[in-house]
């Protein structure tokens, strides 16, 4: 009940996953990131459990290909699962279980790889890799979620998405950006307005860890959290 993408932004280093679903809590279970190391998506019947393996595998030097393998081989039931992985290579690769039963696919593209479960039709995935390469947005987190609105207007899920997730590592051991939208009607579309208003305060965030001095603090700032 799901589609993604998960890529790798070669010009700033930044992996990132952009994800909507017709469940709900996708930003929890689904997409998995981590700086200089790579990004991992675990869908359809989700086990959340691979996501953090994945990782691991990648950190421990597996390829995409080698970590997807790994996890279609290991998983209690890789029939039900689908598995994808970019690595910092910019490699991708994505496995989909051969037992799901719903319409799936998945598409490679460079540097990005996108999975899709309970679609409308097979092409959901192309059209989403498509659309984050053709996009002209100025930031990576935009270009992901132009890739994922591509994928809706390809017809997306079969049911209404009610959630959506837009995850990035940077430079950092936490997460640049992590944001969610749960059960909500038309989640991407509030996903985007969040990371709107999210923008142009990411960097405080980040410089409030590691160089907080430099920061004037405003007593009845909502951003000194």
Known sequence: MTFSIAALDRATGMFGIA???SA???????????AGVGAVTTQHRTDTRAG???IDLLVKGCSAQ???NVL???NDFPQERQFA?????GRAALFNGPEIECINAGFIGNACVSTGNFIANTSVPEAIIDGYHVSKADTFARRLLDGVDAGLRAGGETKPIMSAALLIAHRESWPLVDLRVDWEEQPLS???SLWDFYEPHQERFVKQVVAPSELSLLANSPMNV
């Open 72 to 74: 279609s081989k290991t």
């Open 66 to 68: 080698e970590t997807v």
């Open 190 to 192: 509030k996903l985007r």
């Open 52 to 54: 953090p393996i994945g």
């Open 24 to 34: 709900v809590a996708v930003g929890n279970r689904c997409p998995w990131v981590r």
């Open 19 to 21: 994800i909507a679903t």
């Open 85 to 89: 992985a970019v690595d910092k290579e």
